[in-house]
């Protein structure tokens, strides 16, 4: 084919396809794409100030008591039956001074102190209710409890107890020790 035929053809593709492109925009209604004048939003709202009084201060107010006025101190009742005289006892060695007055058996907060022995920790709850069987099994009350570790895992620990007396979680421990080959810890029961 000759060179000019070629580019009169390709002259006319060229000129076909820019009329396909922009006829339908100069044949297109040009209400279609009008846009209003007006705007859409409302108008600014009249706000009216509020003018805000400075609080009324009553003119005789009454002054607070002292701290030792506020409260009126009560009589105790006498005890009906009187306690025998206490036999005279050493004077306390200064350690037993420091120590706070905390009754025995209980805790800080007043509540009846327990202790319990964390016996093993384990990622599969099987595992922990196998060992809780075996401990009830050989007559030990036991229980676990799940909780996520700092890894954030699911670890189920194995507790025996509670008891009231510290020396007695001693001894099970002792005991448990050395029957299952592990070491325990011994805790503060927290219910």
């Known amino acids: 084919?000759?060179?000019?035929?070629?580019?009169?053809?390709?002259?006319?593709?060229?000129?076909?396809?820019?009329?396909?492109?922009?006829?339908?925009?100069?044949?297109?209604?040009?209400d279609n794409r009008y846009i209003g004048g007006q705007s859409q939003i409302p108008p600014t709202p009249t706000i009216t100030p509020q003018v805000i009084a400075d609080p009324v201060r009553p003119d005789a107010i009454e002054p607070a008591k002292a701290p030792d006025q506020m409260?009126?101190?009560?009589d105790e009742p006498e005890a009906p039956v009187e306690a025998p005289a206490p036999a005279?006892?050493?004077?306390?060695?200064?350690?037993?001074?420091?120590?706070?007055?905390?009754?025995?058996?209980?805790?800080?907060q007043g509540v009846?102190?327990?202790?319990?022995?964390?016996?093993?920790?384990?990622?599969?709850?099987?595992?922990?209710?196998?060992?809780?069987e075996r401990l009830e099994a050989a007559g030990h009350s036991a229980f676990v409890r799940p909780l996520v570790n700092s890894k954030g895992q699911q670890v189920v620990r194995v507790f025996v107890g509670p008891k009231a007396d510290k020396a007695t979680i001693l001894a099970l421990k002792k005991e448990l020790d050395a029957s299952l080959k592990v070491n325990s810890l011994v805790k503060e029961f927290k219910p």
């Open 88 to 108: 005279p006892k050493e004077a306390p060695n200064a350690s037993a001074l420091e120590a706070p007055a905390v009754a025995p058996g209980l805790n800080e």
């Open 71 to 74: 409260y009126a101190l009560v």
């Open 1 to 30: 084919m000759d060179d000019n035929v070629k580019q009169r053809l390709v002259g006319a593709v060229v000129l076909a396809s820019i009329a396909v492109i922009f006829f339908p925009s100069l044949f297109d209604e040009p």
């Open 112 to 132: 009846l102190r327990g202790w319990v022995l964390q016996v093993a920790s384990f990622t599969e709850k099987s595992r922990a209710d196998d060992l809780r």
